[in-house]
């Protein structure tokens, strides 16, 4: 008889220890946020001042270019079309290149190769000065390898330009060569002191 009851006792305190086991595994799941899926809420925070933060959600449709406020937006480039606020069309077509400050009537002109700032153009005129006094120069490079007023370059015609050197040191060379006057060709090098111009000639 004894034996029953203590059977049946302890089949009692397995079931509560089971119970109270599942409820409090129930609070935990519900309190890391198992209950509702991407939102979290806190236990410290109930009633009104409660709040719950949803998961993100991917964006739909194309992702443009907005500008930040306070920072200029400016795209390079000549987009007629682009609107004026930021918004971008990337899959619209590409300007084409063109050199900046260039002279689009010139048929001829210097690249520097070899000096302050290499690549820069000089386009050429009817008559070129080329040295460090701006003053009296129309193409000014700033070394002091160069002369005042270092050589010139006449055009005689539309499709003959001619170099004549006016350095009193530094002897205008051509391809190595020095020179007093000649005809320039298209790729021709000429050397001022220690810079170097490459002579282009548009076919």
Not at 73 to 91: C, E, L, M, R
Not at 119 to 138: A, F
Not at 149 to 166: E, G, W
Request: with cysteine; net charge neutral; aromatic share 6%.
């Amino acid at each position: 008889m004894w034996g029953i009851a203590i059977i049946a006792l302890i089949v009692i305190i397995v079931s509560v220890a089971l119970y109270i086991r599942y409820k409090r595994s129930q609070n935990e799941n519900e309190r890391v946020g198992v209950g509702g899926a991407g939102v979290y809420q806190p236990e410290s925070l109930t009633g009104a001042d409660s709040f719950s933060v949803p998961a993100p959600n991917p964006p739909s449709g194309p992702v443009t270019a907005q500008p930040i406020p306070g920072v200029p937006f400016t795209v390079a480039g000549d987009f007629t079309d682009a609107p004026s606020q930021g918004n971008v069309d990337f899959g619209a077509a590409i300007p084409k290149t063109s050199v900046i400050g260039s002279h689009l009537d010139a048929v001829a002109f210097l690249v520097l190769e070899q000096g302050n700032r290499p690549g820069r153009q000089y386009p050429l005129g009817e008559q070129n000065i080329i040295g460090r006094d701006g003053g009296q120069c129309n193409i000014v490079i700033d070394d002091s390898s160069i002369s005042r007023q270092h050589a010139r370059i006449k055009q005689q015609n539309p499709k003959s330009f001619y170099i004549y050197d006016l350095a009193a040191t530094n002897t205008t060379r051509v391809n190595g060569q020095k020179t007093s006057g000649m005809r320039l060709e298209d790729g021709d090098k000429i050397e001022l002191g220690r810079v170097r111009l490459v002579f282009k000639q548009v076919k």
